[in-house]
């Protein structure tokens, strides 16, 4: 016992590290009287040590530790990168936030709290265990309820934080209760024990579908899947930009990577292998794969077709983050090796697209003091480099070619159609033709619309041109040169769920 102690923890070494500097950064922010940007520095110094540790984890195979409770596996590596990255992203961006500058606001438990909501999602990334992804689960979503509404003076903040509390609340108590009913059917709460347990045969088949409902209904919740996606567009638009951003690619990609362990480990047959048939053949008496093509479906639409109707650029973000959200589930309709690796070509692309649109729209609301379509007339002449960067993302996120978006539908799409999905890949192009409306909306303003009279020249300092530059380079660059990313990505998954 001792012995798988001290391999599980030297295997923790991250989140261990996270674990330390977030109480590293809480004394701090008590002994520090005159409070700058020491804890944003102190927090970027963790987060480099966590990647020196995470370089350094094994990728091979899966490494279940500290019993079956976590997973170590180059599935989990991949989406901690991305949750690492956008943590660092997220972290720079807050030292320019005007929005968390006025009046003074303390901000040393702010990066301790990003700190926090950092370690409960890589945890999420690796759980393996009913319990630890229910914990896991709430570390994240406490510290999101707080960071939510940190701008507590602003009118929608509160406002914000509350409607995340009461949805986050009613999400996390279906899930609880599907992880009760489920360990009451099986007896295991290890996510390996539950699907030796399911290929037996002798479980309560009724029972086990409701049980896997209710904690799709958790999942669902985490990624802003309709119809459990109420709380983002209220949430989005009251929190700061800066957590709207972090909440629309790393709490997403820790809600994708712990659904899709709890389905390909759960409830399929590992006898059946990559086949695009079969592969959700363990349970052939019920259709859990139509069951997420519709709420796929139900996302895609119900998010494009009302951020149509959206002035404020956070609430249109907000979404067509929803509407995104459905197109990553097309790849977990077909939870083949190919879809899956699908899904995390695609965070990739979606980690520099929509960080790079959140960081344009917070560029221009420091500047402007409003985050409505209307402060965008005429910003193509008055500031040039940041209306063609703010350009290439909103394209890549329509998914137009040359740009990464393209690649990354291109692969969902694939991946349906290899699967014979043909219904749901014209589904999720049309949802792309109805998405590019309202991104011409923003463009339109930009260029076409002339500025008021008295509005002057923008201009931005030369840090925040550079982090412009590195979101909007690899957009570029991705949709032209996307071979190595394909090749990680689908090495990922090779060994994946593999005990």
């Not at 049980?211 to 999942?219: D, H």
């Not at 649109?357 to 409505?372: I, P, R």
């Not at 402060?375 to 137009?400: D, M, Q, W």
């Not at 192009?429 to 409306?437: F, G, K, P, Q, R």
């Amino acid at each position: 016992m001792l012995e798988q102690i001290i391999h599980s923890v030297n295997l923790l070494k991250p989140e261990t590290t996270l674990a330390i500097t977030f109480c590293v950064l809480l004394v701090v922010d008590l002994i520090v009287k005159k409070r700058g940007s020491e804890t944003a520095w102190l927090a970027l110094i963790g987060l480099a040590i966590t990647g020196f540790f995470l370089m350094q984890e094994p990728a091979a195979g899966t490494n279940s530790i500290f019993f079956n409770m976590f997973a170590v596996d180059a599935f989990s590596i991949f989406f901690k990168f991305i949750i690492l990255a956008s943590t660092v992203m997220i972290v720079l961006f807050s030292l320019q936030s005007n929005e968390l500058k006025t009046k003074r606001r303390a901000l040393g438990e702010y990066y301790a709290l990003l700190i926090s909501l950092t370690l409960g999602m890589f945890l999420m990334t690796g759980a393996s265990n009913l319990l630890m992804m229910y914990l896991s689960l709430e570390l994240t979503s406490i510290s999101s309820y707080i960071l939510a509404g940190y701008t507590k003076d602003a009118d929608d903040s509160s406002e914000a934080s509350l409607k995340y509390v009461i949805y986050g609340a009613v999400s996390s108590g279906l899930m609880l209760y599907g992880i009760s009913i489920l360990y009451g059917l099986t007896g295991a709460i290890d996510i390996y024990g539950i699907n030796k347990t399911l290929m037996m045969g002798d479980v309560n088949m009724v029972a086990v579908v409701i049980a896997g409902i209710l904690i799709v209904a958790g999942f669902g919740y985490k990624i802003s899947a309709a119809p459990f996606h109420f709380w983002t567009p209220d949430v989005y638009e009251g929190a700061p930009i800066t957590i709207t951003a972090l909440l629309s690619v790393a709490s997403k990609a820790a809600g994708f990577a712990m659904m899709i362990r709890f389905f390909k480990v759960s409830f399929l047959d590992p006898t059946v292998g990559n086949l695009s048939f079969g592969s959700w053949a363990l349970f052939r008496g019920f259709e859990w794969n139509q069951i997420l093509a519709m709420i796929s479906v139900l996302t895609m639409t119900l998010g494009n077709l009302v951020a149509i109707w959206q002035d404020n650029l956070k609430r249109l973000l907000a979404y067509s983050s929803i509407a995104h959200a459905g197109y990553m589930l097309l790849g977990v309709v077909v939870l083949s090796n190919e879809g899956v690796a699908a899904v995390l070509i695609y965070f990739v692309v979606y980690f520099f697209m929509n960080l790079g649109a959140f960081y344009t729209v917070m560029l221009v609301a420091n500047k402007t003091g409003s985050e409505d379509i209307k402060e965008y007339k005429g910003l193509g002449y008055r500031s040039p480099l940041v209306s063609v960067a703010l350009t290439v993302f909103l394209l890549s996120l329509t998914g137009v070619p040359p740009t990464a978006g393209f690649v990354g539908k291109l692969y969902i799409f694939a991946a349906l159609i290899n699967a014979k999905w043909f219904w749901l890949a014209i589904a999720g192009a049309l949802n792309s033709v109805v998405s590019l409306y309202y991104y011409v909306r923003v463009l339109r303003n930009m260029f076409l619309r002339p500025a008021d009279p008295s509005a002057q020249p923008i201009s931005f300092s030369v840090p925040q041109i550079v982090i412009l530059l590195i979101l909007v380079i690899p957009t570029i660059l991705l949709g032209l040169y996307f071979g190595p990313l394909v090749e990680y990505a689908q090495a990922s998954i090779s060994m994946f769920g593999v005990h």
